[in-house]
Structures are given as structure tokens and as C-alpha cells.
């Protein structure tokens, strides 16, 4: 398949999934690495569709590692991605600190539909039943959010070119370039089988 056809293909596949913030500018990919090369970086999307993404020299690459509740402390800052239960409770589906300069706040995420992501400051944690409840202030409001056994959570570290490999899983955030094609802003990998989510 030519590769702006492919482009298209992998666009059409993953609409449902992408937010309005998305279509203005701004791509997330989530997959497995095929191939790469000092110019791209070649996927396996999660609907098993192939996917071409720009690489430069400068492109940040950053490794997935273990975090976990116990490593979670009031004040620090976390992107929790969540979705709303049947009975109106707010469950985690994904946590990860992250910089503590990060914009706060509630938006749209492509994680899952209807997800959203929630960036902010952990006030409190509640252990009921085995599920520990958590209390988010993102400045202007804040939310509790349930985090179930189980749930998805990891941590990113510094990585570097030669974390990407074939068979490594991986999230990449890119844009669109006035061709059509995507470039990759940063990649985000999976180390020693722990993956990325976000």
C-alpha cells in the first residue's frame, strides 16, 4: 500500500478513537515496533493495521518501568486516565505521575472511548474493600477516582534510540504534516515487559 494511503487507512481505523484535539493537531499511536530506521519508525497498531511515523534525531524516547500505589505519595502530581461506570463512579483505567509542571486539569483521552484524562494533584488515598479511592485537585475542581486491583500503571524514565527495538511496545505522540504524513514528537517504549499505556 503507497504511503499516504496508508496514512489515510491507519487514520480512518483510528477515528473513533481520537479526540477533537487530535484531529486539530495532535496524534497518539499506540502499537508494537515491526521495523525502524534512522528516519521512521514502522507499527503494528492495536487493530493490527501498519503504521509509517517520522523519526529525527531529536525525537525524545523515554522507557516504561514498575510504579504502584505504594509509590504514590499525598502531593504528588499524577495523569490518571478514567472512564464513568454504570452507577456513575469514576474507575482509573491508567496512572502515572507525571512532571509536576504539566497543565492540570480534565480532558478528552484516547486511551478508551469516552476516557478521560485527568492531570493533577493527589490529595488523598481511601482504602475500602480492597479498592483504594484517590482525590485529585487539578486547581479549579477535583474529583475521586477509583483504583481497582489490577489497574494499569507505570512510570517513564529516560530512554534513548536504542531502546527501540522490533517487538517493543510503544505510545507515540506525533503531528500531522502538511503532507499528510505524521512525525513523532516523543515515543514512550516498553522496557523489560512493562508497558505504556497512556
Known sequence: MAPHRLFLHALLVM???????????????RGTIVSLDEKSLNLRLRDESLMAIGLSPATPVSITQPFSMQDILPGMVLGVTTVRRADGATVAIDVRPIPATAPQGLSPHDLQA??????????????NSGTQEITLNYKTGSVKVLVPPGTPMSRAAPGSRSDLKAGETVFVASRRNDDGSFTAVRVQVSKDGVKPTQ
Open 114 to 127: 469516552q476516557s478521560t484524562m485527568t492531570n493533577a494533584v493527589l490529595e488523598a488515598v481511601v482504602t
Open 15 to 29: 477515528s473513533p478513537l481520537l479526540t477533537p484535539v487530535a484531529w486539530a493537531q495532535n496524534f497518539n499511536w
